[in-house]
């Protein structure tokens, strides 16, 4: 049989496995990969789109879009690479957007800025110097601008814990009980139990019928300075730094190397496909790629592509039923789905934290981007957290300059 070239050649032992071995653990791992890649970030995607200016419908409309975008984006490379491949929504992205606000010029312009973001990626495809240009921003700078952006989000779950502890208490403590059972399904089951409660709630019992169909909304995309400086570069920036590189060092730990050209083409255009029904931002999946990659999907290393294209089916499944679920988080009581979308960052606000801090000369610039993008400063409508990787660049520029003298 002919290698793929970038596919680990399997041994003999595990050709042998494979001829024993049932579809059924790749299908497994597929479904849990889309499973918990949904659950534990979906009301961090809808509280990002609400705060850039998104309506209800709106917001629904782009979770629907974003979710439907990753899932076909998934299946295409997986089949296309003979790898577990999987792609992802940008959590880290829409963090950012819940602590950009509303962009100026209103959701339009929010808009401009994902299909901006969406080009960007695909440029990376294939204009190499842009990638390189990318990398050249010191990485504890911009895990520092992450954890910042990310630090009023975790905060959320405090505040409200302590407002409304009846309705808030039990997400945490089931977050904290599977945190020590069963980790992986800790922030989906926190999730799935605000949802629960959510649905308690007079307004969501109120929804009626229309509310819970999938239905895309158009939006015609506008750009200005601001919101490309606000929207676009950031969430490029984020999403290169926080997902698409991490993304590749994870395929690369189980031994597979996609061709970066294609996945940055594929993820790109379908931001920009799903940029005017409100979709922020695809990428490679990085901390859920692993369910797929790894041992959980069959011995076979080259077989575990279909664990990858069953997690693609199931976004897609997914998505038909976000509607649903975002109308009814949205209708949920005050603090309660921003409270579990808190806990869903709360692991990558500690890893941007060790990454911007692990190495002594590289303090000082981490902490002057955590420390503005904290600031909530907006110069010139300009949104904390591009002036707080401003800042982080020229500091590190500094420190780099004084210590080669």
Same mark, same amino acid.
């Given at each position: 049989?002919?290698?793929?070239?970038?596919?680990?050649?399997?041994?003999?032992?595990?050709?042998?496995?494979?001829?024993?071995?049932?579809?059924?653990?790749?299908?497994?791992?597929?479904?849990?990969?889309?499973?918990?890649?949904?659950?534990?970030?979906?009301?961090?995607?809808?509280?990002?789109?609400?705060?850039?200016?998104?309506?209800?419908?709106?917001?629904?409309?782009?979770?629907?879009?974003?979710?439907?975008?990753?899932?076909?984006?998934?299946?295409?490379?997986?089949?296309?690479?003979?790898?577990?491949?999987?792609?992802?929504?940008?959590?880290?992205?829409?963090?950012?957007?819940?602590?950009?606000?509303?962009?100026?010029?209103?959701?339009?312009?929010?808009?401009?800025?994902?299909?901006?973001?969406?080009?960007?990626?695909?440029?990376?495809?294939?204009?190499?110097?842009?990638?390189?240009?990318?990398?050249?921003?010191?990485?504890?700078?911009?895990?520092?601008?992450?954890?910042?952006?990310?630090?009023?989000?975790?905060?959320?779950?405090?505040?409200?814990?302590?407002?409304?502890?009846?309705?808030?208490?039990?997400?945490?403590?089931?977050?904290?009980?599977?945190?020590? *059972?069963?980790?992986?399904?800790?922030?989906? &089951? @926190? !999730? +799935? %139990? =605000?949802?629960?409660?959510? #649905?308690?709630?007079? $307004? /969501?019992?109120?929804?009626?019928?229309?509310?819970?169909?999938?239905?895309?909304?158009?939006?015609?995309?506008?750009?200005?300075?601001?919101?490309?400086?606000?929207?676009?570069?950031?969430?490029?920036?984020?999403?290169?730094?926080?997902?698409?590189?991490?993304?590749?060092?994870?395929?690369?730990?189980?031994?597979?190397?996609?061709?970066?050209?294609?996945?940055?083409?594929?993820?790109?255009?379908?931001?920009?496909?799903?940029?005017?029904?409100?979709?922020?931002?695809?990428?490679?999946?990085?901390?859920?790629?692993?369910?797929?990659?790894?041992?959980?999907?069959?011995?076979?290393?080259?077989?575990?592509?279909?664990?990858?294209?069953?997690?693609?089916?199931?976004?897609?499944? *997914?998505?038909?039923?976000?509607?649903?679920? &975002? @109308? !009814? +988080? %949205? =209708?949920?009581?005050?603090? #309660?789905?921003?409270? $579990? /979308?808190?806990?869903?960052?709360?692991?990558?606000?500690?890893?941007?934290?060790?990454?911007?801090?692990?190495?002594?000369?590289?303090?000082?610039?981490?902490?002057?981007?955590?420390?503005?993008?904290?600031?909530?400063?907006?110069?010139?409508?300009?949104?904390?957290?591009?002036?707080?990787?401003?800042?982080?660049?020229?500091?590190?520029?500094?420190?780099?300059?004084?210590?080669?003298?």
């Amino acid at each position: 049989m002919a290698r793929v070239p970038g596919v680990p050649t399997r041994s003999r032992s595990a050709a042998g496995a494979a001829r024993v071995q049932s579809p059924g653990g790749a299908v497994a791992a597929g479904v849990v990969t889309a499973v918990v890649g949904f659950t534990s970030a979906f009301a961090v995607v809808l509280d990002g789109l609400r705060a850039v200016g998104a309506s209800p419908a709106q917001a629904a409309s782009g979770l629907l879009a974003v979710t439907v975008a990753m899932g076909a984006a998934t299946v295409l490379l997986a089949v296309r690479t003979r790898m577990p491949v999987t792609v992802a929504w940008s959590t880290p992205g829409a963090a950012l957007l819940a602590g950009t606000g509303a962009a100026a010029g209103g959701w339009a312009h929010a808009v401009g800025g994902f299909m901006l973001c969406g080009a960007l990626l695909a440029a990376v495809g294939l204009l190499r110097p842009l990638g390189d240009l990318v990398r050249r921003i010191p990485v504890p700078v911009a895990h520092a601008m992450l954890a910042g952006v990310l630090l009023p989000l975790c905060l959320e779950p405090v505040s409200a814990v302590v407002a409304s502890p009846a309705l808030v208490g039990p997400v945490l403590l089931v977050w904290l009980v599977l945190l020590r *059972l069963a980790p992986r399904w800790a922030t989906p &089951a @926190a !999730v +799935a %139990l =605000a949802v629960g409660l959510a #649905l308690t709630s007079p $307004a /969501a019992r109120a929804l009626d019928g229309a509310a819970l169909v999938p239905t895309l909304t158009w939006t015609t995309p506008a750009l200005g300075w601001a919101s490309v400086v606000s929207v676009a570069l950031p969430l490029f920036v984020v999403t290169m730094a926080s997902q698409n590189v991490p993304g590749v060092a994870v395929l690369a730990g189980f031994g597979y190397h996609p061709p970066l050209r294609p996945v940055m083409l594929t993820t790109g255009i379908g931001t920009v496909l799903a940029a005017p029904f409100g979709g922020h931002t695809i990428n490679l999946a990085a901390i859920s790629a692993a369910l797929a990659a790894g041992p959980e999907a069959g011995p076979d290393t080259a077989r575990r592509w279909h664990a990858a294209v069953t997690a693609g089916v199931t976004y897609a499944l *997914l998505g038909v039923a976000s509607t649903a679920v &975002a @109308a !009814v +988080a %949205l =209708a949920a009581p005050a603090g #309660l789905i921003a409270a $579990a /979308a808190g806990l869903a960052l709360v692991a990558t606000f500690g890893a941007s934290l060790g990454g911007a801090f692990a190495g002594e000369p590289d303090r000082v610039p981490a902490a002057v981007t955590l420390l503005v993008t904290v600031s909530g400063t907006a110069p010139f409508g300009v949104s904390p957290a591009f002036w707080g990787l401003v800042a982080g660049v020229v500091a590190a520029g500094v420190v780099t300059r004084r210590r080669s003298r």
